[in-house]
């Protein structure tokens, strides 16, 4: 019995890692040379807010997945699949960069403020493990079955992340 726990639990370790470093070299490949977002003019994702959600109804829905699985063969819904988990792929890197980024701005914020209140950093530290801990159960998730079941999960995280957008923690009161 301990032998099968320990095996299951090894056999998940190496996969995360294995995903985690497929979906960092995805990222380096999409902007290489920098580890900056960019948006070029016309970019879908160039209008951040409204934009990512538009985008989160729309790569975490089935309703898509059932039309092409109606209407078209089995090469293109493989197709339709791995381009639609790319997109969300995608879309999660692009949220936990944009996270990171809020994160690196608070800190350097938080380094020239004289009234810092650690109890607001500590909740903001946990919501932003929170949300990283989120984005990487979704990014596995979506991996190992496809975006089209988990537009829940999806929706919390990016209710985290624009909670944690919005806070007034980052000027100075949670």
């Not at 301990?2 to 299951?8: A, G, P, V």
């Not at 089935?62 to 969300?88: C, H, M, P, T, Y």
């Not at 079955?145 to 829940?152: A, E, H, I, N």
């Not at 919390?156 to 007034?168: D, L, R, T, Y």
């Amino acid at each position: 019995m301990e032998y099968i726990l320990i095996s299951t639990a090894v056999a998940g370790i190496v996969l995360f890692v294995a995903f985690f470093l497929h979906s960092a070299r995805e990222a380096r490949e999409e902007y290489p040379g920098t580890g900056v977002t960019r948006f070029e003019p016309g970019d879908f994702w160039s209008d951040a807010g409204r934009s990512a959600s538009a985008a989160l109804s729309g790569i975490f829905s089935s309703e898509d997945e059932q039309f092409i699985a109606s209407e078209a063969g089995k090469q293109v819904n493989a197709l339709f699949r791995r381009e639609r988990k790319r997109l969300a792929l995608r879309w999660i890197e692009r949220q936990k960069r944009e996270a990171a980024g809020i994160m690196s701005r608070h800190r350097d914020a938080s380094r020239r403020a004289a009234d810092l209140l650690p109890s607001n950093e500590v909740k903001l530290f946990v919501r932003y493990a929170r949300l990283r801990l989120t984005f990487e159960f979704l990014a596995v998730s979506v991996w190992l079955v496809g975006p089209q079941r988990l537009r829940g999960l999806a929706e919390e995280a990016n209710a985290v992340f624009h909670g944690m957008q919005n806070a007034k923690t980052l000027g100075g009161d949670n």
